[in-house]
């Protein structure tokens, strides 16, 4: 069962900086709201298909009740996740790939607070050391390669992505745990397919109605957008998965080698450098993470 879980997020932390790589490419020609469509787009064809896949597979006797809280789960963390993936979009043109994602990445650590303050999780001393960490990390992260100015919107833009993403994760794994008469697989799906339906049509229907030049720009490169989405289904299976069987603080320190593949794509796909306080940061990133998840 460890061995699981542990799969599926590293699965899901390959998967996710390639589709942050794609969506870099995609932001070039098409708007922020056009780049984080393209996350959900071909989504829910593959979430419905892989959930129809589980059933086939492991048939279910057991009827399925979607309640009330799940779906009040499922509309605040569609709509953050929204949020997020704009967030990041914008990140994107602030610094360079490899750097965004380390900002972004405070997600670890944003939901090990939210944990402790809402959730009333308990976190030691060597825990919030971590989280100075971490916030240090930030600070290295955010500054540029000359080190002549702090760019707090860069900052502002990273915990603001983070902190969205931190509140999905947190409210995905509430979902699932709503839908206990079912085995993790298929409270996965169920959550995955429910999500990922919800955010495609909202963006649609926005788009529909106030930026219908966007959805022909993405028609113009509907290649690049359908490998963001097969990309982002991947990811979110993975995270999905694993967070329903794990917390979300484990799964997301250990989805921190995210980093090091947007590393590595940084490098060789994007052919971009990084300063050395930069690879200080990103490492201060995965040890915040670490102690995080020790404590």
């Known amino acids: ?41 071909f989504s829910p064809v593959f ?5 129809i896949f589980l059933y086939h597979q492991h048939p279910m006797s057991t009827q399925v009740h979607l309640s009330h809280q799940f779906w009040v789960y499922i509309l605040i963390a569609g709509v953050s996740q929204i949020y997020a993936t704009a ?8 610094r360079n790939y490899a750097i965004g994602i380390g900002l972004a990445k405070s ?14 999780e308990h976190l030691s001393a060597w825990g919030w050391v971590g989280v100075v960490i971490g916030a240090i990390a930030v600070f290295l992260l955010s500054k540029g390669s000359h080190r002549r100015e702090l760019s707090i919107k860069t900052i ?9 993403f931190a509140i999905t994760s947190l409210l995905v794994r509430q979902a699932s745990l709503e839908l206990t008469m079912l085995p993790f697989l298929h409270r996965a799906a169920w959550v995955l397919c429910c999500l990922i339906s919800f955010q495609c049509v909202i963006m649609l229907l926005y788009l ?20 963001v989405s097969v990309s982002s289904f991947l990811a979110s299976l993975g995270w999905f998965s694993a967070m329903s069987m794990q917390s979300v603080g484990i799964v997301k320190t250990l989805g921190q080698i995210e980093i090091l593949f947007s590393l ?32």
């Open 107 to 120: 997600e670890a650590i944003l939901a090990a607070i939210i944990g402790v303050i809402c959730l009333n």
């Open 264 to 295: 590595l794509i940084s490098a060789f796909f994007f052919k971009e450098k990084l300063a050395g306080s930069d690879h200080l940061g990103l490492a201060l990133v995965i040890v915040a993470a670490i102690m995080v998840i020790w404590a």
């Open 156 to 164: 502002l833009i990273g915990l603001g992505s983070g902190l969205c």
């Open 87 to 94: 967030l990041m979009v914008k990140l994107f043109q602030q």
């Open 47 to 51: 979430a419905i298909s892989y959930l």
């Open 208 to 227: 529909g109605i106030f930026s219908r030049k966007t959805l022909y720009n993405m028609w113009q490169r509907v290649g690049l957008t359908f490998r």
């Open 1 to 41: 069962m460890i061995m699981i879980w542990i799969l599926f997020t590293v699965m899901a932390a390959f998967m996710q900086a390639w589709r942050n790589a794609f969506q870099k490419q995609l932001s070039t020609t098409v708007d922020v709201y056009g780049t984080t469509l393209a996350r959900f787009l």
